[in-house]
C-alpha cells in the first residue's frame, strides 16, 4: 500500500484545512486507517482512525474539531479539521495496517506510512 498526503499549509487560529491521503495497492481485505501528527519535540501521537466497516475513533484532544473519512471509490481517506488551535501545529501523517480493528497505540503497529503534510496554526 502506498500513502501520499496533501492538503497541509499555513492557517490563523479557528480556521479549517482539510487534510486528504490517496491510497494505491491496496487488496480487498480488512484495513485500518488513520492520521497521525508529530510536534517537533514530542513523540507521534494518533488523531483519528476509521476501519472498513466505518468505525471512528478520534483523540481526545480533536473530537468535535475533527473527522476522519474515507471515499473507498476514489482511493482516498480524509481529515477536516475545523477550530484549528496553535497546538495542533503539527506534521501530519496518515497511515494504514491490514487488520479488521484498529490497532491500540503504539504507532508503529501501523505497517504503511505517508511522507507527511506540514500543519502550521498562528495564534
Known amino acids: 500500500v502506498q500513502l501520499v498526503e496533501s492538503g497541509g499549509g499555513s492557517v490563523q487560529a479557528g480556521g479549517s484545512l482539510r487534510l486528504s491521503c490517496g491510497f494505491f495497492?491496496?487488496?480487498?481485505?480488512?484495513?485500518?486507517m488513520g492520521w497521525f501528527r508529530q510536534a517537533p519535540g514530542k513523540e507521534r501521537e494518533e488523531v483519528a482512525t476509521?476501519?472498513?466497516?466505518?468505525?471512528?475513533s478520534y483523540a481526545d484532544s480533536v473530537k468535535g474539531r475533527f473527522t476522519i473519512s474515507k471515499d473507498n471509490a476514489k482511493n482516498s481517506l480524509y481529515l477536516q479539521m475545523n477550530s484549528l488551535r496553535p497546538e495542533d501545529t503539527a506534521m501530519y501523517y496518515c497511515?494504514?495496517?491490514?487488520?479488521?480493528?484498529?490497532?491500540?497505540?503504539?504507532?508503529?503497529?501501523?505497517?504503511?506510512w505517508g511522507q507527511g503534510t506540514q500543519v502550521t496554526v498562528s495564534s
Open positions: 497511515a494504514a495496517v491490514y487488520a479488521r480493528r484498529c490497532p491500540s497505540p503504539p504507532p508503529s503497529r501501523y505497517r504503511y
Open positions: 495497492g491496496y487488496g480487498y481485505s480488512y484495513i485500518c
Open positions: 476509521i476501519e472498513s466497516e466505518g468505525s471512528t
